[in-house]
């Protein structure tokens, strides 16, 4: 028998059950996915990645039993051993979760797969993946071969991650990701024996001072690439929690935490920033600390900023208290966002900076996934969660 970790602390334990219930709700039992947003069928391979997490971490904090677990992997795992792929051999951007038919980052259909991947997105879900079979041995073999039929080695080319979309003449290819979120899915790679040495060795970086404080930025911002360096809480929080950082990166999450909580100083702004989905247009926006040449940007995925939404990410609350609970700030952060949630469909996205705005009512996968990921983390005291203590 699996040891279960028990949630003490009665508001961690109202918590998890307030972001299972996202899951109770958009689970799809034909397919075993998980819906992005609440009762939208579609989802990324970021996404499913959440959900692969979110469904572990429910698993060892009790919140569901072996058989439950056991039957909602079974499910989802012979979905992905018959999921339809493209030419390329790679899972494409999106997929309906109640069909598992391909689909469009619009959520339209793509029966032929035009639409590419995301390096990103499968690096996140590449960490489930592996997290799952290192923790439940008796799936690992499926797990294997499911990941063997995807060709994770046209994502890599001359050590760096690479993506593809659709574009005038078929597939158009690119380097994908910036500082942070290209380590960390990097890393993800790297578990299943595919190593993107200059994402994770040899970065561009460059210093920028925010707050008072130096941090390190991608070199390649939208103007000198056509994609933002956006410098935000989420793959930093994520590599912490799942995977551990390396000690050279621990002066940036530090400073990135200090930074936001100076702004607060500064202006009594809670802040915790993240890509995030919205309530309203344009529905999802990148709220970054720095981002191509601006401090607390947010941008939509065109570049075009709404400082008017900027917002406190929940999930980002809750994960940076996690990772330093006896941190007055981030105590703060925990507080602030404890009962932002509809009880019967989990937690809220955020709430904007603008206090006529009120809440970010989107709730979605990854919101309720990462808080359920927190509160393990939490719970194993530090112990990265993708792997075995």
């Known amino acids: 028998m699996e040891s279960i970790i028990q949630l003490d602390n009665p508001l961690d334990q109202a918590a998890a059950q307030r972001a299972w219930n996202y899951f109770e709700n958009n689970w ?25 997490l979110g469904v572990h971490a429910a698993r060892q904090l009790g919140l569901i039993s072996e058989s439950e677990f056991n039957g909602k992997l079974s499910v989802l795992l012979a979905t992905l051993e018959q999921l339809p792929l493209p030419p390329t051999k790679l899972p494409n951007k999106a997929y309906g979760t109640d069909t ?6 619009g959520n339209r259909p793509d029966p032929n797969g035009t639409s590419g991947w995301s390096a990103l997105d499968l690096g996140r879900y590449l960490i489930a993946l592996h997290t799952v079979k290192t923790h439940y041995p008796n799936f690992r073999d499926r797990i294997n ?27 158009e290819y690119w380097q994908e990701g910036r500082l942070g979120y290209e380590q960390y899915a990097a890393d ?6 595919i190593e993107a040495n200059n994402a994770l060795q040899n970065p561009p970086t460059q210093p920028v001072i925010v707050e008072g404080l130096e941090l390190m930025v991608d070199q390649r911002d939208f103007n000198s690439s056509g994609a933002s360096n956006h410098l935000t809480n989420d793959p ?9 950082v390396p000690e050279t990166w621990q002066a940036q999450i530090e400073n990135l935490l200090q930074v936001q909580a100076n702004r607060y100083a500064d202006t009594g702004i809670l802040t915790a920033v993240n890509e995030d989905a919205l309530d ?3 529905y999802f926006l990148y709220y970054s600390v720095y981002s191509d040449g601006r401090s607390w940007s947010a941008t939509d995925v065109r570049g075009k900023n709404y400082p008017e939404l900027r917002f406190l990410s929940t999930k980002a609350a809750f994960a940076w208290n996690s990772l330093f609970p ?29 206090p006529d705005l009120g809440p970010n009512t989107a709730i979605n996968v990854n919101t309720n996934a990462i808080i359920l990921e927190s509160l393990l983390f939490k719970a194993q005291n530090g112990q990265p969660i993708a792997h075995i203590s």
Not at 236 to 244: N, Q, S, V
Not at 328 to 352: F, H, I, P, W
């Open 100 to 105: 598992a038919a391909m689909r469009t980052l």
């Open 236 to 244: 930093y929080l994520l590599w912490a929690m799942e995977l551990g």
């Open 145 to 171: 071969k499911i990941v063997a039929g995807y060709d994770l080695n046209k994502s890599i080319k001359d050590g760096w991650l690479w993506g593809s979309g659709s574009g005038h003449n078929g597939l």
């Open 326 to 354: 006896e941190n007055e700030y981030c105590q703060t952060l925990r507080q602030a966002v404890q009962n932002l949630a509809d009880e019967q469909k989990g937690y809220l996205s955020g709430r904007y900076e603008n």
């Open 188 to 193: 993800g790679f790297k578990l299943w024996g």
């Open 280 to 282: 309203r247009k344009p």
């Open 28 to 52: 799809n039992p034909d397919t075993g996915m998980v819906n992005a947003v609440d009762r939208l069928t579609w989802a990324t391979w970021w996404d499913q990645g959440s959900a692969l």
